[in-house]
Structure formats: structure tokens, C-alpha cells
């Protein structure tokens, strides 16, 4: 009987007979119910990648949630067979259309009266897995709604697996195979068929008040939370208040509920272009009750000064002759939109002027990459905030999937991208090869798309190109956007796209904001990413909610770019420059299937490398991100920030502020020309110690221990030890000696010592005191204290929120050597002489440390052929000229001393592993390799059982190789 045979038993023993039965729990039964990671969409997504073939027997499919699964569908290397229907006029055409031109997917159309059936089932090595409860092939089905799924795994000879077959076989046996003379003929039928008309207006949905004409508009959750946070700093007094909200989370609505609440004498609205000024003056209509004289311009000609909302130019208003006539206090309120443009000296000119009551400013981008601090001009008082990734959460905007794609290749392997010559960007391949994609990845219906090119003369000749082909039945219909374009010709061709006579507007950056095109559905990049900013505005032109439209397909084309690091920092609004967390978020968005409520991220196998490859090679800790990441913070705050705001505000990472280039935050802030006075030696060597040792949090016992000695307590060791216990944290002896080791700088090698100079904490008999060379230091300079009580507070939170407050090793993340030796309690750093593994006779533990693509300068003697057999099993070997009579590893294979296994893709990563999980060593042999000569060297090879499976995005990372 094969060991998968083995394992499917113990696991379903596990799950249905006893749950102390021990079991891999890598086929046991789950009940899926989508309560946080426990999503239908993650296992559906599990099951594919270690499925041979699939069928899905589900009556309602939606588009959405196939664009959430079809990277993972495409990718898929097996034969997949889905079983639907058109039960009650649910399933679109475009839907059925989709499914029907998945390669390798065999559609089938069940005719019966009632198909509504919800199953999904996978053949797999080990036997048969099926998924099967109340969840349709729905984006909330998927993720959101409370479902019940029971997962569950049988042996072929199982008698569930042989029923599992039959009705799959005996639906398909009923069923036609899905054609597009089929889906055309219910295309007919399903047009005829009433549909919802609610629509949706930025974020918010009208609700009716009885009356069969009127609405009234009325905010959601988040919206609410604004105007509360806005109306709070109004009636303290303040003057001033900013509000950051997300492209499409309706900055302007939002601006029109605070002005019906706050019911001003007089209100002026600034805007940058003139075609925004009817847009905003018809949403305030729309939400304030009032008559439509109460409502005038002041653009060019029309100067209408006394109507109560008045909506201007800043160009109009800023001009001196149309100051003079506007007396300084005759706004009570004025509101300023896009207002990260109000470093410009028109709008200086005009907030100088004017002094209303209350100036709210509403911007989606505070952030600038000029000198000009939007964050100052407004003393600091954000009133609230909406993120993108909060809004999409809230159901403000639709959810979007982005697919990352590789660029046009040419027969000779060569990467056609943006940086190319024209001749080569606008190739006839090229744009066969940009069809492709759109084919494979967009809208199988109606398409309002917009496309970003690199260049103005390629925008051109791309639409020119495009123009020449067919998609979907009908020839297509772009037109190219340019900044020499009139604005009348402008709105004509934003006017017909949203009409629906043209397929896709073609622009390079005319679109990054100060536009609103609600039925965008697909975005096209086809240039490189220069900024988050601009990306994330780019994004943003089609996340507003619009009616008939559900989600947004983002098609991204990439190149070779070195800064294509942008891309994930945009999409999971990462800014902590930290290069693992960033990592993570790409390999996470795979095994998740979704991020930020109902969106979706994914990469095809070239384009994700070339995203980690990215990341690998790019300096994000460079000096020039940190000050960059300290201005933008400080602009926020007003103020110098330490590094507590940055862990509270999940910005730049505080470790990486205080580490990457400096020994400490205090010596980083000199760096920046922050502040001038430097710490002293002593000081610089207390600080390097907290800020390089304990500030990552990794284990809270130093730190706590640490501060309450700083408040004063005096502590025995048993205390310390009660003191842990009531943190829930482990408190044996070994533990504590290690933390002893620590703080009094024993673990350290002499390098380290002579860095960090003395101990922080001395055992004076059974209590704990602060040592006396540190108490100098306490005693003698407040700044210091300040940075001491920064670094431990700053510490514990990461440690309770980034590390679960555990002292244990966690798998899937990352550590260095020397993280090791401590975490597992040994008496010393030793990473200078692990050599890939080493037993610690103390502790009675071994470390393993895998490099899982060798350097090819690496000796042939060391070339150890280490690999990942299956998610749970790895091949391993010991070091060359090694036996099983060896004693370390006779010892190893014997299961004598606690394996712990760690790997890493290449030393490109850095210092650092991740963390496989504890281990089991079986089938131990002896082998040889060859050294650089050719002799034959002995060497032990063996498997190693995980405890615990890896998550498949991590496995699957080791298993590509780097490009």
C-alpha cells in the first residue's frame, strides 16, 4: 500500500472516527464555512494544485467569481469538466460564454428542471476529494456569504468515491455539451428577462423616502464615520480638516452630505478643470435640498458670486481682478477637491485670502513626491481616512482582479516592453500578442475599457491597430487620448465610450485623475509602473460602482522593468519597504485567491517571478526610501515620529527604519539631518542592541522583562517566570536562561559584544537589576530614555501583532542563523559554524539550513541535490564525507535530537530562511556525490517529514525556478 493511501486513512480517522488519531490532516475532513481564511475559494484553489482533474456540478456561475479562479484554471495542467445550467435565468450569457472558452474545461448544460445541484469534485493521487454544500460558483458564495461545505477525501476502492462517479457521470450522461448556438439561443431569452435598476452613486445607495419620484441619498457605514469625525473637529473649533479618500470612494458626495449637515450661510467648491464643475454642482443638487437657483459657476464668463454654492475654477477664482471682488469671510465654508495640488500659487493666492469658518480638503494622494506638504497646510487635522484597500473592503468600489502578465516576446526570446524602440512596441505581433491576452484575461461582453501606453505616438498607432481587428464577433472600436486634445474632444470620446460606441480610450496619462468614467470595466497597462501613486490612480479610473457592472479586470503587461517592485507595493498598499512582508503578500494572494474583500491578484508563472525577482534585486530599505518614508510621516503628524506611529500607522516598517542603514532610529534621524545631537558611544551601543535585537519582536519575554525593570519592579526569577505565565507565555527554565543570556549580551559572539558594549540586565543572586553602565546612560540624557521606551514599546506591539506573541518558531516565516540559536534556547550565537546543520548538545536540538538553488559557484563537494518531494516531505542530505556511522548524523536519523528545517530560494534572499516546520527523519541511506575532481565522496541522504504541510504558494515558490 502506498504511504499517500496511508495518510488519506489516518486523516479520515482523524476527521470521522477519533480526533486524537494522528494524522498529516492533508486529506481530513473540514467543514468549510468562509469564517476568515476558511473560504471556499482558498480550498477550491488547494484542491487544483494537487488535482489531476476536476469537475464542478454547480447551477449558478457568475463572472466575478471566474475571475478569481481563472489564473489558477489556466494554469491548470489536468482536464477539467463543469456541469451547469440556465435554472431560473440566473447564469449570464457572458458567463457561460466564459466557461465555454476555458482550454482544457469541457462545459455541459444540464436540462433538468431544478439543477441545483453544488458540488466539486477532484482526482488526486491518494483517492478522490470532494467539496460539497451550499456554495455556487459565486464571488460571495466563494468568500462571503455563510456557507456550509464539507471537504472530505476518499480511496478509489471507497464506496463514496464509486457514488461520486456515478452521478457525476450520470449528470453528464443528461447534459448537452455547452455550444455558442446554445448560449446565443439563451441570449435571446435571458435579454428578455427584468433586471435590477438600483444604482449605485459613489459609494452610496439612494434610498427611497416614500415618495415614488424622490430619493435621498444616504451613506454607508464608512461615510458615516466621516461626517461624525468631520462634524467632531468642526465643533472643537478648528478651522481646518482634511479628508483622504480612494479614487472612486465619492470625495465629492461625501463633500455634499458634510455640507447638508453643516448647513453653511455660503459655500464655495474648488475644483482644477472646468469639466469637473457641472459634475460636482449635479451631485450637490442630488443631495442637498435646495432649489436648483441656490446652485451657480464661476468658470470663465459665468461668475454667478451670489447663489449660496457656488462651484469655481481655482483659475477663475485665483485671477486678482476676481479676488478683489470676493470679500476674505464672504464663504463661510469652503471645500477644495484634489486639493494635493494646493502647493501651487493659485491656490496659495486664494486660501491666503479667504477666511471661512471651516476649509475642508479632500485629495485621495496626500502623499507628494514634490516639497509640498498638503498635511501642514491643513495643521494636521485629518479628519478621517479611506484607504483603497478599506473602501473595496466597505463595498465602496467594485472589486477589481488584476492579472499580471508577460510582455510580448519575439522568436528570438527577446522581451518586447516599453522600453523598446517604437517600430518594436507597435509590431502587428505585438498587438496580436496584446489580443491574446485581452481575450484570455478581459470581459467575454460588453467592454468599456481603458488602455496606458508609455508613449503618445504609440497610443496612436496601437488604436490604429486595434481598429483593424476583430474581438468577441464585431471589429473593434478604440480611439486614442492625447494631453494636445481639446477638452471638448476629450468629453465627446469619454461620451461615447460610456455609450457604448467605443470599446476602449487609448491614453498614456490623461487619465490619472479629475476624470469620472463609472462604466470603465477593464484597464490595460501597457507600460512600465513609475510610481504607486500613479498606478493606483490608473486603478482607480475603474473601481466606481456603476450600474450592471460587478468587478473590474485589470490587464497588466510585464517587462523587465527593475522597479516592477511598485506593483504588489500598490496593490496591497504596502509601504514598509520591508522586502519579506512584501514577498509574503505576492505568495499569499495566491493561496488566499483573494485579497481586500472580493478582489483578486494574480500573476502568470513569468510575470510573478519577474515581480519576485524584482523585489529580490531592488535596494527598498536604499536611504533615500527611508527619508522618503520619515518625510511622509512627519508632513502627517506635524511632528518629529517615532517609531511606535509608524508600527500604529502599518507604514514603513520600523525595523527596517532603524536597521537597514544605521545602528538605531536616534543614529537614523541624525542620517536624515532630523535632529543634530548624535548618541554618545555608549548610548549608540544600548541602542544598536535594542533596535537590532529586540525591536523585531520575535520574542517578548527580553522585552518585557526589560520594561519592568524600567518601571522600577524588582524581579526574581520565579517572579519573572509568574510574570510570563500571566502573559500566556512559555516559562521553562530554558527559556529563561536564554533571555538571561541575552540581555546580558552572554549569547553574543565577541564581535557583537564589542558593538554593543555592555549588558543591559544583571542577576544579582535570584533578582534582576538594570546594569550599572546602562543606568549611566538612563540617568544622564532624556532623548535617550525617550529611544529606549520607544524601542520596547515599539517591540511588544510588533510582537503581539506581527508575531502572535509567541516565543516560538512559526512556519512560513523568516529567520536568520542567529534568530535560530536564540529562539531555540541555545547558550550562544553559533552562526558562524552551523555548515547547513549542527546539533546543539544542550538543548538536544539540530537546525537545518537548506539553500534550495545553489550559486553555480558553489563546490561540486557541496552541491547537495536537497529538494521538496511534496508539501510535507523533503529529500535531504548530509554534508560530503559523512556516514551513517557518523555521530551527528546517526544521531539524525535515528530521530534522536529535534529536527527543525529551514530553506531558502537562493542567497539572493539574503541572511535569511523560512521556517519549514519540525521534522521527522525515515528511509536514512548511504550515498555519494562527487567533488570537484570527480572522486566519489559518501554522504547520507534521507527524508524528512514535516508536521505540517506548506501552504501551497510556498511550495510552489520553491519548486519554480528563478528566471
Request: charged letters at 25%; hydrophobic letters at 40%.
Amino acid at each position: 500500500m502506498s504511504r499517500s493511501h496511508d495518510v488519506l486513512r489516518a486523516d479520515t480517522a482523524f476527521g470521522f472516527l477519533d480526533r486524537t488519531t494522528a494524522s498529516e490532516r492533508l486529506h481530513h475532513p473540514v467543514l468549510i464555512s468562509n469564517d476568515d481564511d476558511n473560504t471556499m475559494l482558498r480550498a477550491i484553489l488547494e484542491e487544483l494544485r494537487r488535482s489531476r482533474s476536476f469537475t464542478f456540478s454547480v447551477a449558478f456561475v457568475t463572472t466575478d467569481a471566474l475571475a478569481m479562479l481563472k489564473q489558477a484554471l489556466l494554469d491548470f495542467p489536468g482536464h477539467g469538466r463543469i456541469v451547469t445550467s440556465t435554472y431560473l435565468g440566473f447564469n449570464s450569457p457572458d458567463a457561460l460564454r466564459e466557461l465555454l472558452e476555458l482550454p482544457g474545461v469541457e462545459v455541459h448544460l444540464n436540462p433538468r428542471p431544478g439543477f441545483h445541484s453544488k458540488g466539486y469534485v477532484f482526482d488526486q493521487d491518494a483517492g478522490t476529494t470532494a467539496i460539497i454544500g451550499s456554495s455556487n460558483l459565486t464571488s460571495n458564495a466563494l468568500l462571503r456569504n455563510r456557507e456550509w461545505n464539507l471537504r472530505f477525501s476518499a480511496l478509489p476502492e471507497g464506496d463514496i468515491a464509486e457514488q461520486l462517479r456515478a452521478v457525476v457521470e450520470n449528470q453528464i450522461s443528461e447534459s448537452v455539451p455547452l455550444t455558442h448556438e446554445l448560449i446565443d439561443a439563451y441570449g435571446l431569452e435571458y435579454a428578455r428577462r427584468p433586471r435590477p435598476t438600483v444604482v449605485p452613486v459613489d459609494g452610496f445607495l439612494p434610498t427611497t423616502t416614500g415618495e415614488p419620484s424622490s430619493s435621498v441619498i444616504v451613506p454607508n457605514a464608512m461615510q458615516e464615520e466621516a461626517l461624525e469625525a468631520i462634524a467632531a473637529l468642526r465643533a472643537a473649533g478648528e478651522r481646518l480638516g482634511l479628508v483622504i479618500s480612494a479614487t472612486g470612494t465619492g470625495k465629492t458626495i461625501l463633500g455634499a452630505l458634510e455640507v447638508r449637515q453643516a448647513r453653511p450661510r455660503k459655500m464655495l467648491f474648488l475644483v482644477h478643470r472646468e469639466q469637473i464643475v457641472d459634475k460636482a454642482l449635479t451631485e450637490f443638487q442630488r443631495v442637498l435640498d435646495d432649489p436648483a437657483d441656490a446652485f451657480g459657476k464661476f468658470v470663465g464668463p459665468v461668475q454667478q458670486l451670489d447663489r449660496r454654492y457656488v462651484f469655481a475654477t481655482i483659475q477663475s477664482v485665483s485671477r486678482p481682478d476676481a479676488l478683489e471682488r470676493i470679500a476674505a469671510a464672504g464663504f463661510d465654508y469652503v471645500m477644495i477637491d484634489e486639493v494635493h495640488r494646493s502647493g501651487a500659487a493659485t491656490y496659495r493666492r486664494v486660501m491666503e485670502r479667504l477666511t471661512p469658518d471651516f476649509l475642508l480638503g479632500l485629495t485621495a494622494t496626500p502623499e507628494r513626491t514634490d516639497d509640498v506638504d498638503v498635511f501642514e497646510l491643513f495643521d494636521h487635522n485629518i479628519a478621517y481616512e479611506i484607504r483603497l484597500q478599506a473602501a473595496l473592503e466597505a463595498d465602496m468600489l467594485v472589486p477589481f482582479h488584476y492579472y499580471g502578465v508577460q510582455d510580448f516576446q519575439d522568436d528570438d526570446g527577446n522581451l518586447i516592453d516599453d522600453t523598446a524602440q517604437l517600430s518594436r512596441l507597435v509590431a502587428p505581433e505585438r498587438v496580436a500578442h496584446l489580443l491574446r491576452m485581452i481575450d484570455r484575461y478581459g470581459h467575454k461582453g460588453p467592454v468599456r475599457g481603458l488602455i496606458f501606453c508609455s508613449r503618445i505616438q504609440e497610443a496612436q498607432e496601437i488604436s490604429a491597430l486595434l481598429n483593424e481587428q476583430v474581438m468577441n464577433g464585431a471589429r473593434l472600436r478604440t480611439e486614442p487620448l492625447v494631453g494636445a486634445d481639446s477638452m471638448a474632444h476629450r468629453a465627446r470620446a469619454v461620451h461615447r465610450l460610456e455609450a457604448g460606441e467605443l470599446d476602449y480610450l487609448v491614453t498614456v496619462d490623461l487619465f490619472n485623475e479629475g476624470i469620472d468614467i463609472p462604466s470603465v470595466n477593464q484597464v490595460v497597462m501597457m507600460r512600465q509602473t513609475q510610481s504607486r501613486i500613479i498606478f493606483t490612480q490608473q486603478l482607480g479610473r475603474g473601481l466606481r460602482l456603476a450600474q450592471g457592472k460587478d468587478h473590474l479586470r485589470v490587464i497588466d503587461f510585464i517587462g523587465n522593468y527593475a522597479n516592477n517592485y511598485l506593483i504588489p507595493i500598490a496593490l496591497f498598499g504596502d509601504s514598509s519597504l520591508n522586502k519579506d512582508q512584501l514577498r509574503r503578500k505576492v505568495l499569499g494572494a495566491q493561496t488566499a485567491g483573494a485579497i481586500s474583500g472580493l478582489s483578486s491578484v494574480n500573476f502568470d508563472e513569468i510575470g510573478r517571478e519577474k515581480i519576485l525577482a524584482a523585489i529580490t534585486a531592488t535596494a527598498l530599505d536604499s536611504l533615500a526610501n527611508l527619508k522618503s518614508a520619515y518625510r511622509e510621516m512627519y508632513q502627517r503628524l506635524g511632528e518629529q515620529p517615532w517609531l511606535m506611529d509608524f508600527a500604529r500607522f502599518d507604514t514603513v516598517d520600523p525595523v527596517v527604519l532603524a536597521t537597514a542603514r544605521t545602528n538605531s532610529y536616534w543614529d537614523f534621524l541624525v542620517k536624515a539631518k532630523a535632529v543634530d545631537t548624535a548618541p554618545t558611544p555608549a548610548q549608540r551601543g544600548f541602542l544598536a542592541f535594542l533596535d537590532h535585537e529586540l525591536l523585531p519582536g520575535k520574542r517578548p519575554h527580553e522585552l518585557l522583562l526589560f520594561q519592568a525593570l524600567l518601571e522600577g519592579e524588582s524581579l526574581t526569577r520565579s517572579q519573572f517566570r509568574a510574570l510570563l505565565r500571566a502573559q500566556d507565555l512559555t516559562d521553562d527554565t530554558r527559556t529563561v536562561l536564554s533571555v538571561e543570556g541575552v540581555l546580558s549580551l552572554r549569547f553574543f559572539t565577541k564581535q557583537e559584544i564589542t558593538k554593543y558594549g555592555a549588558g543591559l540586565v544583571d542577576l544579582v543572586g535570584e533578582r534582576y537589576q538594570l546594569s550599572p553602565a546602562f543606568l549611566d546612560e538612563w540617568d544622564a540624557s532624556g532623548t535617550f530614555r525617550a529611544h529606549v521606551r520607544d524601542a520596547v514599546a515599539t517591540g511588544l506591539y510588533l510582537a503581539r501583532h506581527r508575531h502572535g506573541w509567541s516565543s516560538g518558531l512559526q512556519q512560513g516565516r523568516r529567520y536568520s542563523r542567529k534568530d535560530v540559536c536564540r529562539l531555540l534556547g541555545w547558550e550562544t550565537n553559533q552562526q558562524g559554524v552551523m555548515f547547513g546543520y549542527k546539533i546543539d548538545m544542550a538543548t538536544q536540538t539540530c537546525p537545518i539550513f537548506i539553500t534550495y538553488q545553489k550559486d553555480e559557484e558553489v563546490s561540486a563537494s557541496t552541491q547537495y541535490e536537497d529538494e521538496l518531494l511534496d508539501p510535507q516531505t523533503v529529500r535531504w542530505y548530509t554534508r560530503s564525507r559523512k556516514t551513517l556511522e557518523s555521530r551527528d548524523e546517526r544521531a539524525i536519523a535515528a530521530d534522536e535530537v529535534p529536527l527543525h528545517v529551514f530553506a531558502k530560494k537562493d542567497d539572493a534572499e539574503g541572511t535569511d530562511f523560512y521556517y519549514l516546520g519540525q521534522a521527522a527523519p525515515r528511509e536514512a541511506e548511504q550515498s555519494q556525490m562527487s567533488d570537484e575532481s570527480g572522486a566519489m565522496l559518501p554522504v547520507v541522504t534521507m527524508k524528512l517529514d514535516l508536521e505540517a504541510p506548506l501552504e501551497d504558494s510556498l511550495y510552489e515558490y520553491f519548486l519554480r525556478p528563478t528566471s
